[in-house]
């Protein structure tokens, strides 16, 4: 790990050619130096033992982003906790009072209220010293109390595996209640990391892998963009030394260079803005070391313009379609990098316009746009936001003593309803790792104009559940694009996803679809139902799908339905009417059969074949048998259909799987008067099933009749004569 992590209290304990993450960002002004402020406010300008230049360092951190802020509130938590920490020391002999000051500074450069800033100095109070939350409360108000005991009970949970699932379901539970609880959290994990190098190794790899795999991407999922990516860098010094310390050598040569494409771009760029009469504000931001590492891995040797990015800060929304139209046409843009993340947010807050232009030399050079405000919520996330809970003073008063529950921000409004929902913590727990794992997120459009964001990776499963909850339980197909698709299918950014539902109220989700399920929401909710419904869950796999009964008998099936066989059974031929269609044959006494192959009916074009026994066989002019015969050199026999024809005809239908559907499905038929003289459903594949039937009707007339009664059963996307087959005559 670096120097300054491993004792931020040597300040000249970085070497000479040891360049730190934080060293490396100096130029990128907007970019929080956590560090350097961090260990000024631990310092200060004085000696140590003159705590007041530390609250002077968070009071103007403060009034940067809050001028008209009462102070005293901290003025009064500094002095209850520099009282209260009196005589305690951290592990690295600094008195324990740096500590809440350090997390306290890291919360204020990020923008955080007042309310937030009093309980981060007042955080360890309640769990290291002998003050209570009923003091708390009385001298700074019930929201403070709140916070303190939300981060005391935080401190108070085990991040061992041992603890796994119930403690961190609890944990994440009081989090979510708040996201200032986590704020503070999350600082107080960054400044406890900075001065990990006072602990064992085993200790540090320990720590660092809880805060690779918990903390890091719930810093991701609320935003906070300048915690998670020192965290990451800190993480990354500590699990895996070799591959820091090569990527520190490429940042250290890097830096050495004696040209900077980075810097040239810039210029060029604002040269570009300022004859567009655009104002904006042109910065270089370098990569984070992680940043660095992955760039390195997946494009190998690295450019100059590999080690940081382009932003480009501007004033209204507008302006940043503005500069993006001027880069486009006034350098050479690559258009498969940009991304407009303006009109669509990404889940936790972050806006901004993505592109990239090509120098002459090959190299490529990545530009962020967005305004000011959209830069200090991409740093601070939800921290940048102020207080999301404030309500009406009415509104509180009239809460009798309980706090007031308003919207909470995205994915921690999503986390609460999953541990509601979930039937068990270990199903919680699993689903929740796997969206911790999630690094990627697409966003899917509604027909409606709305959207969806989800996991790379989702489906239409997921999508189901994220638009309409428990209730996608009656979804039986989508449209993907405007083309059918099944539900297991995987979406991708930007597609257009129409949810086709059933309306059966009793619908049942498959457990099939927990293979294709991917969103915490989508696994809580179909196990919650396989769980209160054992007698449907299939432990062997071997039924078709919940709720698919292809059987004789089924309720609501009519009597003409009755005969059709089970799926397992394959076609089953029953008694019914003979077939006595209207065919006039140029063969006279011939006695005439319909090709079972292709079925015809009226109208369809037919020519004929005579057989043995003097009979001639009546084929649809495009079945594979009519040209195999004709190749053969078997002459033709002259038919045509005469007057009222009844026919029997074989119809294939695709349906998307639900419940009852094969007794919907028969039941439009016989209210069309057909008579199913055999049925064969296939077992369902990826969702979907396929129903050929065997009909007779009393008019040929009356198909197309019964083909659009049969489509306009629910779940039924298509019908179709079935296709002529290559059989003999």
Known sequence: MNAEAANPATPNAVTSGHVTPAESRRKARPRLDLRRLGRAALLGPAAR?????????????????????????????????????????????????????????????????????????????????????????????????????GVTKLEKVDYGAAAEPETFRKMLVATGNDVRVMSIKLADRLHNMRTLGVMRPE???????????????????????????????????????????????????????????????????????READITAEVLIRPRHFVSVHRVSRKRGRLRGADFGRLLVLVNEDADCYGVLGELHTCMTPVVSEFKDFIAVPKFNLYQSLHTAVARQDGQVVEVLIRTHQMHKVAEAGV?????????????????????????????????????????????????LREDLAQDREITVFRPDGGTLGLPEGATCV?????????????????????RLATLSTVLKDGDTVQLLMGQDPASEPSREWLEHAHTPAARI??????????????????????????????????????QVSDASQGPAEVSGRPAAPQVLVDRPGATVRLAGC????????????????????V????????????????????????????????????????????????????????????????????????????????????????????????GVYDVCRAQPQASGA
Request: hydrophobic share 40%; glycine share 6%.
């Open 49 to 149: 033992d003159r705590l007041p230049d530390a609250i002077g360092h968070v009071v103007d951190a403060h009034r940067a982003h809050h001028p008209d802020a009462d102070l005293e509130p901290l003025r009064r938590a500094y002095l209850l906790a520099e009282s209260s920490h009196r005589g305690q020391m951290r592990k690295s002999g600094e008195p324990y009072i740096t500590h809440p000051l350090a997390v306290t500074l890291i919360l204020a450069e990020l923008g955080a209220e007042t309310t937030t800033l009093t309980a981060s100095l007042l955080h360890d109070t309640v769990e290291d010293t002998d003050v209570t939350l009923d003091q708390v409360r009385e001298q700074f108000g019930e929201e403070v109390r709140y916070l303190v005991d």
């Open 383 to 431: 921290v940048a936001l102020g207080n999301p809970y404030a309500a009406p003073p009415e509104e509180q008063s009239a809460s009798d003593g309980e706090r007031v529950d308003p919207t909470r921000p995205g994915w921690l409004s999503r986390l609460l309803d999953w541990q509601r929902a979930a039937p068990d913590p270990d199903t919680f727990w699993s689903t």
């Open 619 to 714: 084929h649809r002019a495009g079945c594979a048998a009519v040209a195999r015969m004709k190749s053969a050199g078997r002459p033709e026999v002259g038919v045509r259909w005469g007057e009222g024809a009844e026919c029997r005809v074989t119809l294939v239908a695709e349906s998307f799987v639900r419940p009852h559907l094969l007794a919907d499905l028969t039941e439009a038929m016989a209210l069309e008067g057909a008579e199913i003289v055999s049925a064969t459903v296939e077992p369902p594949a990826q969702q979907q099933v396929r129903h050929t039937y065997t009909v007779q009707l009393p008019d040929a007339a009356q198909l197309p009749a019964l083909m659009r009664a049969m489509r306009n059963v629910a």
């Open 598 to 617: 292709c079925t015809p009916v009226p109208p369809d074009e037919v020519t004929g074949f005579a057989v043995r026994g003097g009979a001639v066989t």
């Open 462 to 482: 997921d999508a189901a559940y994220a638009q309409y909850g428990e209730d996608a339980h009656a979804c039986i197909g989508a449209r993907v694009n405007g």
């Open 525 to 562: 909710a179909i196990q919650r139902w396989l769980t209160a419904h054992p007698q449907h869950d299939d432990a062997s796999g071997t039924e078709p799908a919940a709720g698919h009964r292809p059987v004789a008998g089924d309720t609501g099936v009519p009597p003409a339905a009755s």
């Open 203 to 273: 200790k540090q790899e320990r720590i660092a892998k809880v805060t690779k795999d918990v903390l890091i991407p719930l810093a991701e999922r609320l935003g906070v963009q300048a915690l998670k990516t020192e965290l990451e860098d800190l993480v990354f010094a500590i699990l895996h030394p070799e591959e820091y310390e090569h990527t520190r050598e490429l940042v250290v040569r890097n830096a050495a260079r004696a040209d900077d494409p980075l810097a040239e771009v810039a210029d060029e760029t604002r040269k570009v803005l």
